[in-house]
């Protein structure tokens, strides 16, 4: 079946550079797709989305990249602090879904070297 | 109202057990859905409802597993005759309608042993 995967488990970076995690995904039909943080002990939180007619969203200290044509998308995440540190998700929508329709990534562990 | 609430937060159980775990969403939400999260996994879908209907719940994992809103705030998520594989972190979450945010809690950790 189709699925959204993450090509790391684990990434390690030291505190002040960027990071990059990046996500394949296989439906080429979905519309939408949502990066999500997890800290340990708690529920996956929203950082930023983008639709499927864009390929790049910026927010604070965080952008979004998505490639169609290889079906690829990534995080970016500038000047890393500590509490960057987190299991990061990507997730996709199908068309016409909403929140039900979401589906997760397996995650990549960010760790944030001092 | 700061955010979407399960409870409890932490539950051991002895295998054959039910268990019951309860989510309280955000107040203006009229969405609610509940996710599955094994270690080292992404959340997995299992239900979710609007108001007080369940749209969906063929992805339910079995039918030892029930889920209800009954009057369109609060759910609770049921699991009869727990078995050692159930143990995982379950995840509430809920959105208004129209919105593809969705908003979780930070989850209940059942263990079976």
């Known amino acids: 079946g189709e699925s959204v995967g993450l090509h790391l488990p684990t990434l390690s970076v030291q505190e002040g550079d960027n990071s990059i995690i990046n996500c394949a995904y296989s439906?080429?039909?979905?519309?939408?797709f949502i990066w999500y943080k997890q800290e340990s002990g708690k529920g996956p939180q929203f950082i930023i989305d983008?639709?499927?007619?864009?390929d790049k969203r910026q927010g604070q200290r965080v952008t979004v990249l998505l490639n169609k044509t290889v079906k690829h998308l990534s995080l970016q995440i500038a000047a890393t602090q500590p509490g960057d540190s987190a299991v990061y998700f990507c997730?996709?929508?199908?068309?016409?879904?909403?929140?039900?329709?979401?589906?997760f990534g397996k995650g990549t562990h960010l760790i944030i070297q001092p | 109202d700061t955010g979407v609430s399960q409870n409890p937060r932490h539950k051991i159980t002895k295998r054959g057990q039910n268990v019951t775990f309860r989510c309280d969403p955000i107040?203006?939400?009229?969405?609610l859905y509940w996710y599955r999260q094994t270690l080292g996994q992404g959340p997995e879908f299992l239900t979710y409802?609007?108001?007080?209907?369940?749209?969906?719940k063929s992805r339910l994992l079995s039918d030892r597993f029930s889920a209800e809103r009954p009057k369109g705030s609060f759910s609770t998520l049921e699991i009869q005759r727990t078995e050692q594989g159930d143990s995982a972190m379950y995840l509430c979450?809920?959105?208004?309608?129209?919105?593809?945010?969705?908003?979780f809690g930070q989850g209940t950790r059942l263990t079976v042993v």
């Open positions: 439906n080429s039909a979905s519309d939408y």
């Open positions: 983008i639709r499927s007619n864009m």
């Open positions: 409802f609007q108001n007080e209907a369940q749209l969906e």
């Open positions: 997730a996709e929508i199908p068309p016409g879904g909403g929140a039900d329709g979401l589906t």
């Open positions: 107040s203006e939400h009229n969405r």
């Open positions: 979450a809920s959105s208004r309608q129209f919105d593809t945010e969705a908003f």
